[in-house]
């Protein structure tokens, strides 16, 4: 990204053509970025709270006042209860500094409660790990190579512009294009054919079309002896799900399996960008596991436009124990802090504390996330948050929904205006983000708070006071393979370096699992209590699993990203909300029908969790049976005050304790 500067000011961001991934394009919430930078409402002093928490009453102190309170506040716990302090972080930055460093440092020093950061890819990547041994898969370079590209759980116009650009040159070549998503999506309706299953019956799709590719003899017998582990054991599950079942489980017709599969195994050069859309319901991991055999099975890795991208940030040799330093936990790694999961937050700040939880959760640190809008079961999230005796910090460029709950908010910098490096998920380069200007107001990096912290509350640990430019330079391992040769020096001067890997890194195997092979038969799930294959399991909330709430809830929600917002980011930028307009919900003729809804009229959706407030769009790009409000609304922005989180559930998925967001039964009323 480069920053047109003029008087100190952002005046403007655009792409760096020279960047080969990105080539110079920006998606257009990040065009907006430095009206977002500098927008009125840019939090610019430390601020604590005058009114009860929620009502977002604040007055301005400065940062010493603000970091004298927060040492004084911490301190004791610290002593007492250390697992009774929580961090809570995700992705409002995915730098590596401004992540995971100088925080994650604090907490090991102090011994604080560990976060299992579940809430966005988690069972996709278990579901990789297992099979492939990491996330790692195609480049997406060489997509517009490929002459069949499945487009699985994924909607790249809005969330995944770069890989868009490369499908779109390949339909260009020739190459036919499938969306295979309960929704028609931007991208959907863009593809030659769209495949409207059920939410949460992917892995049934793919274990239907499995069982045609075995029984019409499209197995790459050579590739599956030499590459893989449990064809036999595999091909026997596979053999439960003839194409007539797992029609019948997604909703589809059977023919659609059947040419499905002869598609996918009589096309050489066939790719799957499979995208985390898919597996945010009960089964996600699983079926993670059961697409990422097709290729192998299949043999597609032996081209380089054929495999599979789900994630490709296993490549990057990234050195998290010298970012995070895990060694300077009190115990070490022998007795670590327990871990809470990130997805469970409500339950969690409402749990009194007890022998098997540990202490109650007394102290909270938010840093690059908004937890109060996105995370699941949010009635309970905000109850939490409300708590009196909770002592809340939230560092923010904002005044979000979370930081309304907050005892102390800190201004953060932006990364126009801090330091950082970069991985990423869906490219093979690695980043240097420099700043173009300086800290607005009085905001401060991440590492600088924490490194504030550290000091008022006298700890003397060196590494809490490591500049960011010493923490950037150790973020890689510079003696790696991929990396040879490269330094910190050489990725600042470049902005970007190239990871050093083959263009087919699977075509002579060369898995990262224990076998060494893509593991069908997964050793490693069996020890661990798991069905070592992957299986079709049905979501939590469905008429299969749950038969009375499917009476009372027929209709299952999904709430993908809006085109124009980043999660819970760019919601208050008025330019980019004034295209949204305002939350919406899609809802299939027939289903609006049954219930009296007309397009354009407020409809109430709700559950046992909670309800909230959308205008009706009675549109076939819903399935019957699903309805679709695009997210993520700031609640406070919202008509009821309210946002899709209101009705998802806090239940994880069978493999890497992840969000199920998608797994959520609702009902609809026409509020006319
Ligand atoms: N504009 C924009 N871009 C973003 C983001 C954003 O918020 N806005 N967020 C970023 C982040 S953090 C992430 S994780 C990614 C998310 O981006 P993706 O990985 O693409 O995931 P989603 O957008 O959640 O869902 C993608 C598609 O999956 C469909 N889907 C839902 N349930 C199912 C299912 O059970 N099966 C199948 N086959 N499809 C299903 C949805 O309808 C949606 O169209 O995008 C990143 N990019
Ligand atoms: N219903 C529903 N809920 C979802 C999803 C969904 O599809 N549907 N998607 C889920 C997914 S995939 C994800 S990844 C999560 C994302 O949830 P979050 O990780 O909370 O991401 P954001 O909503 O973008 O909020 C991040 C906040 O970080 C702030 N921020 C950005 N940069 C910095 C920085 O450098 N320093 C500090 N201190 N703050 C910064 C931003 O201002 C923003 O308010 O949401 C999940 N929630
Ligand atoms: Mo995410």
Same mark, same amino acid.
């Given at each position: 990204?480069?920053?047109?500067?003029?008087?100190?000011?952002?005046?403007?961001?655009?792409?760096?053509?020279?960047?080969? #991934?990105?080539?110079?394009?920006?998606?257009?919430?990040?065009?907006?970025?430095?009206?977002?930078?500098?927008?009125?409402?840019?939090?610019?002093?430390?601020?604590?709270?005058?009114?009860?928490?929620?009502?977002?009453?604040?007055?301005?102190?400065?940062?010493?006042?603000?970091?004298?309170?927060?040492?004084? +506040?911490?301190?004791?716990?610290?002593?007492?209860?250390?697992?009774?302090?929580?961090?809570?972080?995700?992705?409002?930055? @995915?730098?590596?500094?401004?992540?995971?460093?100088?925080?994650?440092?604090?907490?090991?020093?102090?011994?604080?409660?560990?976060?299992?950061?579940?809430?966005?890819?988690?069972?996709?990547?278990?579901?990789?790990?297992?099979?492939?041994?990491?996330?790692?898969?195609?480049?997406?370079?060489?997509?517009?190579?490929?002459?069949?590209?499945?487009?699985?759980?994924?909607? #790249?116009?809005?969330?995944?512009?770069? !890989?868009?650009?490369?499908?779109?040159?390949?339909?260009?070549?020739?190459? $036919?294009?499938?969306?295979?998503?309960?929704?028609?999506?931007?991208?959907?309706? $863009?593809?030659?054919?769209?495949?409207?299953?059920?939410?949460?019956?992917?892995?049934?799709?793919?274990?239907?079309?499995?069982?045609?590719?075995?029984?019409?003899?499209?197995?790459?017998?050579?590739?599956?002896?030499?590459?893989?582990?449990? !064809?036999?054991?595999?091909?026997?599950?596979?053999?439960?799900?003839?194409?007539? +079942?797992?029609?019948?489980?997604?909703?589809?017709?059977?023919?659609?399996?059947?040419?499905?599969?002869?598609?996918?195994?009589?096309? $050489?050069?066939?790719?799957?960008?499979?995208?985390?859309?898919?597996?945010?319901?009960?089964?996600?991991?699983?079926?993670?596991?059961?697409?990422?055999?097709?290729?192998?099975?299949?043999?597609?890795?032996?081209?380089?436009?054929?495999?599979?991208?789900?994630?490709?940030?296993?490549?990057?040799?990234?050195?998290?124990?010298?970012?995070?330093?895990?060694?300077?936990?009190?115990?070490?790694?022998?007795?670590?802090?327990?871990?809470?999961? @990130?997805?469970?937050?409500?339950?969690?700040?409402?749990?009194?504390?007890?022998?098997? %939880?540990?202490?109650?959760?007394?102290?909270?640190?938010?840093?690059?996330?908004?937890?109060?809008?996105?995370?699941?079961?949010?009635?309970?999230?905000?109850?939490?948050?409300?708590?009196?005796?909770? !002592?809340?910090?939230?560092?923010?460029? !904002?005044?979000?929904?979370?930081?309304?709950?907050?005892?102390?908010? %800190?201004?953060?910098?932006?990364?126009?205006?801090?330091?950082?490096?970069?991985?990423?998920?869906?490219?093979?380069?690695?980043?240097?983000?420099?700043?173009?200007?300086?800290?607005?107001?009085?905001?401060?990096?991440?590492?600088? %708070?924490?490194?504030?912290?550290?000091?008022? @509350?006298?700890?003397?640990?060196?590494?809490?006071?490591?500049?960011?430019?010493?923490?950037?330079?150790?973020?890689?391992?510079?003696?790696?393979?991929?990396?040879?040769?490269?330094?910190?020096?050489?990725?600042?001067?470049?902005?970007?370096?190239?990871?050093?890997?083959?263009?087919? #890194?699977?075509?002579?195997?060369?898995?990262?699992?224990?076998?060494?092979?893509?593991?069908?038969?997964?050793? +490693?799930?069996?020890?661990?209590?798991?069905?070592?294959?992957? =299986?079709?399991?049905?979501?939590?909330?469905?008429?299969?699993?749950?038969?009375?709430?499917?009476?009372?809830?027929?209709?299952?929600?999904?709430?993908? #990203?809006?085109?124009?917002?980043?999660?819970?980011?760019?919601?208050?930028?008025?330019?980019?909300?004034?295209?949204?307009?305002?939350?919406?919900?899609?809802?299939?003729?027939?289903?609006?029908?049954?219930?009296?809804?007309?397009?354009?009229?407020?409809?109430?959706?709700?559950?046992?969790?909670?309800? @909230?407030?959308?205008?009706?769009?009675?549109?076939?790009?819903?399935?019957?049976?699903?309805?679709?409000?695009?997210?993520?609304?700031?609640?406070?922005?919202?008509?009821?005050?309210?946002?899709?989180?209101?009705?998802?559930?806090?239940?994880?998925? =069978?493999?890497?304790?992840?969000?199920? %967001?998608?797994?959520?039964?609702?009902?609809?009323?026409?509020?006319?």
């Amino acid at each position: 990204m480069r920053v047109t500067v003029q008087d100190g000011k952002a005046i403007k961001v655009s792409g760096d053509p020279d960047h080969p #991934p990105t080539q110079g394009v920006l998606c257009t919430k990040v065009t907006r970025y430095a009206e977002r930078t500098h927008h009125k409402d840019r939090l610019l002093t430390p601020l604590r709270r005058v009114g009860p928490k929620g009502s977002g009453q604040f007055e301005p102190i400065s940062w010493e006042e603000g970091l004298r309170i927060a040492a004084d +506040r911490l301190q004791p716990i610290a002593r007492r209860a250390p697992e009774a302090i929580l961090p809570y972080s995700y992705a409002g930055t @995915m730098g590596l500094v401004q992540g995971e460093s100088i925080a994650a440092r604090f907490f090991n020093v102090l011994g604080a409660s560990r976060l299992d950061r579940t809430i966005c890819a988690a069972a996709g990547a278990a579901g990789l790990r297992y099979t492939y041994g990491a996330s790692v898969g195609m480049h997406v370079d060489f997509f517009e190579e490929s002459e069949l590209i499945l487009i699985w759980g994924a909607n #790249p116009i809005a969330s995944s512009l770069h !890989f868009w650009t490369r499908a779109q040159e390949a339909k260009r070549r020739g190459a $036919k294009l499938i969306a295979i998503d309960p929704y028609k999506s931007l991208t959907a309706e $863009k593809c030659h054919q769209h495949i409207a299953l059920r939410p949460g019956t992917d892995a049934a799709l793919a274990l239907g079309m499995m069982h045609v590719l075995i029984r019409e003899g499209f197995v790459d017998r050579d590739y599956v002896d030499a590459h893989t582990l449990g !064809f036999d054991e595999l091909a026997k599950r596979a053999s439960l799900y003839p194409p007539s +079942r797992a029609a019948a489980i997604c909703g589809i017709d059977e023919q659609v399996i059947v040419d499905l599969a002869r598609a996918f195994g009589s096309t $050489k050069k066939a790719a799957i960008r499979l995208n985390y859309g898919m597996q945010r319901v009960r089964g996600g991991g699983n079926a993670v596991r059961a697409i990422a055999c097709l290729p192998s099975l299949t043999g597609a890795w032996r081209e380089r436009s054929g495999g599979l991208l789900l994630s490709s940030s296993g490549w990057a040799p990234t050195h998290a124990a010298a970012l995070q330093r895990p060694d300077l936990l009190p115990g070490g790694l022998a007795k670590p802090p327990r871990i809470v999961n @990130m997805n469970a937050i409500g339950d969690a700040l409402l749990h009194p504390g007890d022998a098997s %939880f540990g202490p109650r959760i007394e102290a909270l640190i938010v840093y690059n996330s908004n937890p109060v809008a996105v995370a699941p079961d949010s009635a309970k999230v905000a109850a939490g948050f409300a708590r009196d005796d909770l !002592f809340t910090i939230v560092l923010e460029h !904002f005044q979000t929904d979370t930081a309304d709950y907050a005892d102390l908010i %800190f201004p953060a910098t932006t990364q126009l205006e801090h330091l950082d490096v970069h991985q990423s998920y869906g490219h093979t380069h690695v980043m240097a983000n420099l700043p173009a200007i300086a800290p607005v107001g009085e905001s401060r990096p991440n590492t600088e %708070f924490f490194r504030g912290l550290a000091r008022a @509350m006298e700890l003397t640990e060196p590494a809490l006071f490591e500049t960011d430019e010493q923490i950037a330079s150790k973020a890689f391992r510079w003696d790696h393979p991929t990396l040879k040769d490269q330094n910190w020096d050489a990725l600042k001067a470049s902005g970007w370096l190239k990871l050093d890997l083959p263009d087919a #890194p699977f075509a002579d195997g060369g898995f990262r699992t224990p076998s060494g092979k893509c593991e069908f038969y997964s050793q +490693r799930l069996k020890d661990e209590g798991h069905d070592p294959l992957p =299986d079709y399991i049905p979501p939590y909330e469905s008429a299969e699993a749950a038969p009375e709430l499917a009476a009372r809830y027929p209709l299952a929600m999904i709430s993908p #990203p809006a085109r124009n917002f980043l999660n819970s980011s760019f919601v208050n930028i008025e330019s980019l909300r004034a295209t949204e307009r305002e939350p919406h919900l899609d809802i299939h003729p027939l289903d609006a029908q049954a219930r009296g809804i007309a397009d354009g009229i407020q409809v109430r959706i709700f559950n046992d969790r909670g309800s @909230m407030q959308a205008c009706a769009r009675v549109t076939e790009r819903a399935r019957q049976g699903v309805v679709v409000g695009l997210s993520i609304w700031w609640k406070k922005l919202s008509p009821d005050g309210c946002n899709a989180n209101q009705v998802t559930s806090q239940a994880l998925t =069978d493999l890497g304790g992840s969000a199920t %967001f998608y797994d959520c039964l609702v009902e609809v009323e026409s509020l006319h």
